[in-house]
């Protein structure tokens, strides 16, 4: 295997292994609707949120997890 490879495979996997744990750590469920969502912290949460929007999707259209980014108020 090549070293470009193995690169691209190395990248693809730090992608989808630091989404998962963002994930597991970080989902709350609101009281107003007994949901579960995946709450990305103000500020550097936008960024976050557009970096893994590919992985957002794919999540939610999986298992039904939703998504916010900030606080519920």
Do not use: C, K, N
């Not at 597991?24 to 960024?47: L, S």
């Not at 893994?52 to 997890?65: H, I, K």
Request: hydrophobic share 45%.
């Amino acid at each position: 295997m090549s070293r470009t490879v193995r690169l691209v495979i190395l990248a693809l996997v730090l992608y989808i292994g630091t989404y998962v744990i963002f994930r597991q750590t970080r989902i709350e469920v609101w009281e107003r609707d007994q949901q579960a969502y995946v709450i990305f912290p103000d500020g550097y949460g936008v960024a976050l949120y557009y970096l893994w929007r590919p992985l957002v999707y794919v999540d939610g259209a999986v298992t039904t997890m939703r998504f916010h980014i900030g606080p519920h108020r």
